[in-house]
């Protein structure tokens, strides 16, 4: 089996959720790996990650410089792509920045590319056996994932639990001084922060969020009757927001707000990989979904298939009752 490697997603020195869960990926291609990650970006920020990820790795490569300063793909691939020996496995987040760096980089190193990868079967015919999911989530499928000559393997966030092992003083290599292209036809313009609104979603640490499976803009109502209930706030996924039933402030995802409570009851969510990506910190994921084969199964903690029109006044019920 070749090495395998991960990218480490970071962001004003906090580390992603999704550097101890790809550390789980890895293991599960190869039981008896022992990933090395790879931290970019300024040098002062890529210290503090490094130190952070020694505890967790035994093998940290680190690139500090201050073109880095941004997620720049056509910058991060060249880099990557002097850093990846030949024929290793480099596992990515599959976000919006993992889905705008990875196909070019598995161009750019000669190597396959797999996108929102939520398992392995092992390998087949000298190839990897992987679990995708499509069309929204509906549909999952099994591909043969050629590694002879490499891959650029994009995992969705939530689907690892995190590996919580220690490392035994991780080393640290910084190659910083090993690159000396930093070019790029690209300008980093702004960072646009997702706005606030009356409720801080990103503080509460229960969250009733609903999707649109609830089907009225009526029916919200009851959703919010719940939460109340439960002493939590109202979330929501993307649809909910389009439909303008509710504000973008109240939008989980990769495109609204992060969120890390301790437990999370989605209520007809199909379980996206845009709306799991603004999930992090491991909550309990309770599903209620009257689709069997919902996506957001593979990740709750606990499923229940039902219609949640009849599944949240029963609840809020029992909860009153229990008061």
């Given at each position: 089996?070749?090495s395998i490697?991960?990218y480490?997603?970071?962001?004003?020195?906090?580390?992603?959720d999704?550097?101890?869960?790809l550390?789980?990926?890895?293991?599960v291609?190869?039981?008896?790996c022992?990933?090395?990650?790879?931290i970019l970006g300024?040098?002062?920020?890529v210290?503090?990650?490094?130190?952070e990820?020694?505890?967790?790795?035994?093998?940290?490569?680190?690139v500090?410089n201050?073109?880095?300063?941004?997620?720049?793909?056509?910058?991060y691939?060249?880099?990557l792509?002097a850093?990846l020996?030949?024929?290793?496995l480099l596992?990515?987040?599959h976000?919006?920045?993992?889905?705008d760096?990875?196909?070019?980089?598995?161009?750019?190193?000669d190597?396959s590319?797999a996108s929102d990868?939520?398992g392995?079967?092992?390998?087949?015919?000298?190839?990897?056996?992987?679990?995708?999911?499509?069309?929204?989530?509906t549909?999952?499928t099994r591909?043969?994932?050629?590694?002879?000559?490499?891959?650029?393997?994009?995992?969705?966030?939530g689907v690892?639990?995190?590996?919580?092992?220690?490392?035994q003083?991780?080393a640290?290599v910084d190659?910083?001084s090993?690159?000396?292209d930093?070019?790029?036809?690209?300008t980093?313009?702004?960072?646009?922060?997702a706005?606030?609104?009356?409720?801080?979603?990103t503080k509460s640490?229960i969250?009733?969020?609903?999707?649109?499976?609830?089907?009225?803009e009526?029916?919200?109502?009851m959703?919010?009757t719940?939460a109340k209930?439960m002493?939590g706030?109202?979330?929501c996924?993307r649809?909910?927001?389009?439909?303008?039933?509710l504000e973008?402030?109240?939008?989980v995802?990769?495109?609204?707000?992060?969120?890390?409570?301790?437990?999370?009851?989605?209520?007809?969510i199909s379980?996206?990989?845009?709306?799991?990506?603004?999930?992090?910190?491991n909550?309990?994921?309770?599903?209620?979904n009257k689709?069997?084969n919902a996506?957001?199964?593979?990740?709750a903690?606990?499923?229940v298939?039902?219609?949640i029109?009849?599944f949240?006044?029963?609840?809020t019920?029992?909860i009153?009752?229990?008061?």
């Amino acid at each position: 089996m070749a090495s395998i490697f991960t990218y480490i997603t970071h962001k004003k020195g906090v580390v992603d959720d999704s550097a101890l869960e790809l550390i789980s990926a890895a293991k599960v291609i190869d039981s008896d790996c022992k990933p090395t990650a790879i931290i970019l970006g300024s040098p002062s920020e890529v210290a503090q990650v490094a130190d952070e990820m020694a505890k967790s790795y035994t093998d940290v490569i680190t690139v500090g410089n201050d073109a880095l300063n941004y997620p720049n793909a056509e910058v991060y691939r060249k880099v990557l792509a002097a850093l990846l020996p030949s024929h290793a496995l480099l596992l990515v987040p599959h976000d919006t920045f993992g889905m705008d760096l990875s196909p070019g980089l598995s161009i750019k190193t000669d190597s396959s590319f797999a996108s929102d990868v939520v398992g392995f079967e092992g390998m087949e015919g000298g190839k990897l056996k992987v679990i995708r999911q499509e069309y929204g989530g509906t549909v999952s499928t099994r591909s043969l994932c050629d590694i002879a000559n490499g891959a650029i393997i994009n995992i969705r966030a939530g689907v690892f639990k995190a590996d919580e092992s220690k490392a035994q003083h991780g080393a640290i290599v910084d190659k910083s001084s090993d690159i000396q292209d930093f070019s790029s036809k690209r300008t980093f313009v702004e960072v646009i922060e997702a706005e606030i609104g009356e409720v801080d979603i990103t503080k509460s640490e229960i969250l009733v969020s609903v999707g649109r499976g609830i089907g009225e803009e009526e029916n919200i109502e009851m959703v919010h009757t719940l939460a109340k209930a439960m002493g939590g706030e109202v979330a929501c996924s993307r649809p909910i927001v389009d439909a303008k039933w509710l504000e973008k402030s109240r939008q989980v995802g990769t495109s609204g707000q992060t969120v890390k409570p301790k437990v999370y009851l989605a209520l007809g969510i199909s379980g996206s990989f845009q709306h799991m990506g603004g999930i992090k910190g491991n909550p309990f994921i309770i599903a209620i979904n009257k689709n069997p084969n919902a996506p957001i199964f593979q990740m709750a903690d606990v499923g229940v298939v039902t219609d949640i029109l009849e599944f949240i006044p029963a609840l809020t019920e029992k909860i009153n009752q229990a008061q």
